[in-house]
T-cell receptor, first 113, second 114 residues
Framework: DAGITQSPRYKITETGRQVTLMCHQT?????MFWYRQDLGHGLRLIYY???????DKGEVPDGYVVSRSKTENFPLTLESATRSQTSVYFC????????????FGPGTRLTVT | AQSVTQLGSHVSVSEGALVLLRCNYSSSVPPYLFWYVQYPNQGLQLLLKYTSAATLVKGINGFEAEFKKSETSFHLTKPSAHMSDAAEYFCAVSTSGGSYIPTFGRGTSLIVHP
């Protein structure tokens, strides 16, 4: 199906475990983004990517790792999950910078116990 | 640097009443501005955007926003609220000062009473 998808939609993991959230888009958009959404904080940017093999830190990158070997995929890895990383994670993509809007995935709700 | 402030984390209106959601931005360079809507358990979707072509921007579902440079504002309005408008609304700004990576406000939850 065309669009932007995220998997899993829900995940429960334990403190200290590694977990990877997947993001896939079918539009060949250049830019991809990872956000976390927390009550009272709105959306905060974790990492973004301007193209395959080009990534950059956002506002809250600590504890997260990203890679982008293919244009359509942008996985987010929590190397050693902590309770403070319990959140809803959104992936987004856009054609380019500036006035281009972002297209968001449905989100992954992650709980770290 | 760029930033966005959304005044009011919650706004409550009656069905049929005017909706006004406030957004003020901070930027020393011309901005691109966006309003997104998020329905429960969904991702965000674009309502409208300002790209300098016109100061009054019309979006989907009867929403519109006016860019006012002198007030550094981009408030979202709808003449008559509908129950289906109940959602979270986010304002975002993109400028050269932020490498054109959008910065989002904290969001405003719109509650519509019957």
């Amino acid at each position: 199906d065309a669009g932007i998808t995220q998997s899993p939609r829900y995940k429960i993991t334990e403190t200290g475990r590694q977990v990877t959230l997947m993001c896939h888009q079918t539009w060949s958009h250049s830019y991809m983004f990872w956000y976390r959404q927390d009550l009272g904080h709105g959306l905060r940017l974790i990492y973004y990517s301007a193209a395959a093999d080009i990534t950059d830190k956002g506002e809250v990158p600590d504890g997260y790792v990203v890679s982008r070997s293919k244009t359509e995929n942008f996985p987010l890895t929590l190397e050693s999950a902590t309770r403070s990383q319990t959140s809803v994670y959104f992936c987004a993509s856009s054609v380019g910078q500036g006035w281009y809007e972002q297209y968001f995935g449905p989100g992954t709700r992650l709980t770290v116990t | 640097a760029q930033s966005v402030t959304q005044l009011g984390s919650h706004v409550s209106v009656s069905e049929g009443a005017l909706v006004l959601l406030r957004c003020n931005y901070s930027s020393s360079v011309p901005p691109y501005l966006f309003w997104y809507v998020q329905y429960p358990n969904q991702g965000l979707q674009l309502l409208l955007k300002y790209t300098s072509a016109a100061t009054l921007v019309k979006g989907i579902n009867g929403f519109e926003a006016e860019f006012k440079k002198s007030e550094t504002s981009f408030h979202l309005t709808k003449p008559s609220a509908h129950m289906s408008d109940a959602a979270e609304y986010f304002c975002a700004v993109s400028t050269s000062g932020g490498s054109y990576i959008p910065t989002f406000g904290r969001g405003t939850s719109l509650i519509v009473h019957p």
